[in-house]
Structures are given as C-alpha cells and as structure tokens.
C-alpha cells in the first residue's frame, strides 16, 4: 500500500496482459478477423461497435469514442487508479510486485479508494479466518451456514466469514497492522461514537456476505445477525463510501457473468442465501440486487452480459407488487423480462434445496412468462368489478408498454393485453399513443419549447456563420489535421517515406527518411506548433525521441502515468481520425494507408501539406484581425502587417501548388 511500482515491473505486466483476456472477463467478445468485437460497455448499444485489438493491445468505441489499453479500460469501467489496475492485472498473470518504498510526501498522496481496497480485503480475510479457525466462528458462524445446508465448498466459494461478538475485535485487529482508523470509519466497518470517539465493530455478531465488484475486488459487506434480539436488524449493510455504492452493484456477479452469457439469461433473486443455494444447485447465472430495487447501473450491467433477464418471486403479493415499479426501467432498455412465481410458501434458498438441478430446470423453462402479460394477471386479481381500478389497471400496464423501444415488441403486448382485458385492440392503442403525445409535450415543455400535437416546426432561416462559430470551426479544423499528423506519427512513425522536394528552378528531388523525421522536420522548420496542449505534448515525446535515433512504439508510450496521453494514444493507435472530402476524392484511404507505400507518401505529404496550409490560413486570419485594430494614421504598422500579410499569401499559394502538383 505504501509502494510505488517501478518502471520494468510495469512493462513486465503491460507485456503479459492481452487486452481480449482483460477486456473479455467483463464483455462478451466475438471474433471477426483479426479483432474482436462486442456491445460496449460504457454507453446502450445493440449493434457491437466496440472493438479489441490483440495486435496492437488496445480497446476502441467507434460509438462513443472511448478507447485505451487494458489499464485504461480497468480504470474507464471499474474505476481503478492506475496502480490499482496494474496490480489486478499483476495478480492476474501471477507477476510478483516487487515495490519502491514512497517518500512522505509521496504517502500523502495515495488514493482513498486504494487504501478502502486493501482495507476491505483484509477485512474479508480476517472473516474468513475468524469463520474456521476460531472457536467462536466455528461453533456459531459455521454452524449456522451448515444448518442453512450450504456446502463447506460454497461457503469458502463465496468467502463467507463471520465477526464476533467482542465489540472491537475487528478494529484492534485492523489498526494492530496499519490500517488508519480514517479508513475504517469511512469504509463502514468500524463505528466511532461522536460524543467518546469509542470505536466498535459495525458487524459484531453476525455472518459476513463479502459483496464483490464485477472483477471480483471487495467492495462492502453484508451482515446477518444469528440471535433473536428483535431490536437489532436483522441484517445489517456497509454504508455508501468511495468504493460501495449499493445501486451500482449485483451480489454474485463476479460468479455468475460466465454462466449468463453461456446461457444467454440472467436470473434475478433478492437475497444472499438465494443466491447461493441456487449456485449450489447447479443454477449459477444467479445474481441478487441485495434487497434494492433494480437501478439503471444494475440494468446496465446485466444487459452488458445479456439481454434476458428472468425475474424469481416466492409469491408474496406485496412484495412482488413492490418490486414491480422498477421493471419498467428494464423494458426501456430494451430488455427481455420474464417472470417466474415459485410454488406457494417457498423461496429460491427452500426450492433450491428440496429439488434437483433438472428438476430447477424444467420448473423455470415450463413456468417462465413475459413480463406484461405476468403484471396484466396479478392486477387483475385486485380489480374485480370496480371500473375505476380497471381504467387504473389499463393506464398501468400501458404504462409499461410505452418504454418499450421495440415498436413489434409492443404490437404483440398491445394484443396480448386486448385479450386478457378484453379490451379493443383500436382503443388500447388510442390510449397508448395518448401516453406516447403527454410525455412528449412533457419533454418540450421542460426544455422551453411549446409544440401542439400536428405542429411541425418551421425551418429556420439560414444565417452566416458568427465571428466566434468561424473561429469555432477553424479551431475544429486544425484539431483534425492535428490528429492526422499525430496519427501518422503513432502508427506509422518509424517506417521509410520518399518525398519529393523542389529547388528553387522546381527541379524535383526525392529524399528518404522515416515518417517521423520527415513530419517533425517539417513542423519545426517553419517554427508551428499544434495548438492543443496535449496533442504539443505528444508531437514533442516524437522529437525529442528523434534526437537520440529511436522513435516511440506504441507500447513505449502507453507506460505513460499521464491518463488522457495514454487514452489520446489508444485512440490514434486504433486509426479513427477522419479523412477529409479531398482524400476521398483522390482515392487516399486510412485502410490503404497501412500497407501500401505509395499511398504512405502521399499520406504523410498531404497530411504534412494541409496542417500547415491551415496554420497559414489562421495566421492571415489574425493579420486581417490586426488591420481593423491599427490606426489609420500608424503607416508603419500598415506597412509591416502588409508585408507579412504578403509573405503568408505566397507561401499559401505555394503551398498549395505543391499539394496539386505532387497528388494530382
């Protein structure tokens, strides 16, 4: 915790990692060619555009532009630090971390969720011992898992621990090996009384339920008290800190994300124990919301695995009917929900237990229903006669149709839902597209604007551009051709161009050299810049690499510890720049680029070519600025702003004689 990882021990691990393996533990991956492709990750997708490439070790998003390394990706989709992901992947290829000690100042600076990480790993350790080597853990704790039927294979399965009942045992032990008792409060695990500052363990007394991030790191706990004391809840959750967010989170995950994707479905129970007798039954695409009600990032996350999702209810009417308002965010992403009621009196934890794995199988195949047409039924029961609960019921369940994307997928409920209602199919959707109108006029009113149901909004009149969206698009411009440089540079910078150069009679003359020694030659001669600081940033790692003979590989540069560097490079590594109208035109592609020399020259020349017709371009743009500002009477500025108004003019033209002259 208090160790920096040195630079050999970070490319030994970048080395060993291979961006399919990282990346394929948390999103499904198919093959096709040389990459791999699936749904992304960090934004809603139904057509993969999300692609990994083993060659080159990076990730790209051509949906929403991210982009990275498995370090990147670790830290975009778990939220690591980077030292944090450089030691899950240490300890995912078995690399010893052999650390350097950080100085004070260096201390102070350690991440609050690193420090929560380690603590909440010990801790679960700790239980874990505490559960069967202590006299107390074994004769109570185990004791009771047992009694509950799990296996002693389940129990270390899911590390269930236990906490004694002293009421700091835990603490002592904690900051007996270093841990800060700052951590401790804000983790949850220790309670600190205000008015004494006392401290006193959180779970004293109860059986432990580690709660897992997607990867499998320790997040929080889950505590359940084993005496009868009604004045005590009878489970007890870490709160929210900087690592556990309740609503981000599905007990399980980390054990059962394999199983959901083999079998393209996830089950969904409420809690711990369910979970964990229906893995011991052979059931393991078995996940829990921990008691919470579905959230938007729970959704996301089982739909990153599947886009089925089986809801198990034990028949408990009001807890079903509780649970029933967050389906709708399901069915707005698209998902596939069914519902299964299990027989009268039973849970998954007792069903689980008193049937076989076949048995479990059949029983959910044969008595899974659509999500609508199970709603549709269970109101129905309450409504009998009362036409006022029945106009209630039909705005409910058609409620729930509305969020669904699918416009087939809502046809067949429409139907469905007109026979079970026994309603018109005309007048159901009469009324739904009555909700689809109301929540539009809603949306148009809250951002301001006030649309009557057949308006159509008249064009607006086209308007010349202003000052500032013209200095706008230039900046845009520039950025692009910036990257297209930078692009070469990353992807090519150490392969061999011939370009042709004139003299002053223009006789050609042809020169070879690398790529990047051909394009940081000419941004240097002419004294230009690139006017993002990053990007300067990266163009300046190029030359000065230049200066000793070597030019940067991909590789060498993603060890960087500058995040957005590490990021800009994945991004230009994967080859997403945009080719402009004019290389289109000419029959100049990026794809043809990367195996082709011919179209390598007139690549790099035209990429070359067009940056600095653009920086000459913005600087006449400045001089024209200058002539407004000048004093009619100042001749001497004039002159001078003509003068080099003249000199820019005819290196433009130049400029671009060249480019017509080599590519035409």
């Known amino acids: 915790m208090n160790h920096r990882i040195p ?126 080597e202590s006299e107390e853990g074994r004769s109570v704790g185990l004791a009771y898992f047992r009694e509950r039927r799990f296996t002693d294979e389940m129990i270390r399965h899911f590390q269930l621990g236990y906490c004694t009942e002293s009421w700091d045992a835990f603490t002592q032990a904690a ?36 709660i897992h991030s997607l990867s499998g790191r320790v997040l929080g706990f889950g505590g359940r008290i084993l005496n009868s004391d009604k004045s005590k809840a009878k489970y007890v959750n870490s709160p929210e800190s900087e690592i556990y967010h ?94 299964v009621l299990l027989p009268e009196g039973q849970d998954p934890d007792d069903y689980a237990k008193a049937h076989t794995t076949e048995e479990i199988q059949n029983y959910l195949k044969e008595n899974a229903v659509d999500f609508i047409s199970f ?73 301001g604007q006030q649309i009557s149901e057949n308006q159509v909004a008249p064009s607006a009149p086209k308007q010349e551009p202003t000052p500032s969206e013209q200095e706008a698009d230039a900046l845009a411009r520039t950025r692009t051709l910036e990257r297209e440089l930078l692009s070469l540079l990353v992807n090519h910078g150490g392969r061999t161009t011939k370009q ?46 230049l200066q000793s003979g070597t030019v940067p590989a991909v590789e060498d540069l993603m060890l960087s510890d500058n995040m957005p560097m590490r990021n800009l490079v994945a991004d230009l590594a994967a080859g997403c720049y945009e080719v402009s109208k004019t290389w289109e035109n000419k029959g100049i592609c990026v794809r043809t680029v990367q195996t082709h020399d011919d179209k390598l020259n007139a690549a790099v020349f035209q990429a070359v070519s067009n940056f600095k017709i653009e920086k000459v371009n913005g600087m006449i743009e400045a001089l024209n600025r200058q002539f407004k500002e000048v004093a009619k009477d100042d001749e001497v500025g004039i002159m001078e702003l003509m003068s080099r108004k003249k000199q820019l003019d005819t290196l433009r033209n130049r400029l671009s004689a060249l480019v017509r002259r080599v590519i035409c």
């Open 500 to 545: 042709i150069y004139y003299d002053q009679d223009g006789k050609p003359i042809d020169q070879v050299s690398s790529v990047c020694a051909y394009i940081v030659a000419e941004v240097q001669q002419d004294e230009l810049s690139l006017s993002d600081p990053l990007y300067q940033e990266l163009f300046s790692i190029f030359a000065t690499a």
């Open 246 to 339: 309740k609503s981000n989170v599905l007990y399980a995950i980390p054990f059962a994300k394999r199983e959901i994707v083999s079998h393209d479905m996830a089950y969904m129970v409420e809690g711990y124990a369910d979970v964990i007798s229906m893995h011991q039954a052979g059931i393991t695409n078995v996940v829990s919301s921990s008691g919470t009600s579905l959230t938007e990032d729970q959704i996301k996350m089982i739909s990153h695995f599947t886009r089925n999702l089986t809801l198990l209810y034990d028949g408990d009417a009001a807890g079903i009917k509780a649970s029933l308002r967050g389906i709708d965010m399901v069915l707005a992403k698209d998902m596939n929900v069914r519902v």
């Open 175 to 210: 900051l007996k090996a270093g841990y800060d008792k700052k951590y401790l409060v804000q983790s949850g695990l220790t309670i600190e009384k205000e008015e004494t500052g006392k401290l006193f363990d959180r779970f004293r007394g109860r059986v432990i339920f580690p």
């Open 375 to 447: 709603k549709t039924r269970l109101l129905l029961k309450d409504v009998g006669d009362d036409p006022i609960k029945r106009a209630e019921l039909i705005d409910n369940i058609l409620t729930s149709i509305s969020v669904i994307p699918d416009s087939i997928k809502r046809a067949v409920y429409v139907q469905e839902c007109s026979r079970l209602l026994e309603i018109s199919e005309p007048d159901l959707l009469n009324k739904l597209n009555r909700i689809f109108r109301s929540r539009f006029q809603k949306q148009m009113s809250g951002s």
């Open 7 to 132: 630079e050999d021990t970070k490319r030994a691990i970048l080395d060993a990692a291979r961006i399919d393996e990282v990346v394929g533990d948390f999103v499904v991956l198919k093959k096709r060619g040389a990459n791999y492709w699936g749904c992304c990750p960090f934004h809603q997708e139904k057509t993969p555009s999300f692609s990994v490439s083993p060659a080159k070790g990076i990730f790209k998003c051509f949906g929403c532009g991210k982009g990275g390394d498995s370090v990147s990706f670790l830290m975009e989709h778990e939220h690591y630090s980077y030292v944090e992901s450089l030691r899950y992947l240490a300890h995912k290829y078995n690399i010893e971390i052999k650390e350097e000690e950080l100085s004070p100042e260096q201390l102070e600076k350690e991440s609050d969720r690193e420090s929560l990480y380690h603590l909440t790993q010990f801790a679960s350790e700790y239980f874990v011992k505490n559960l069967w």
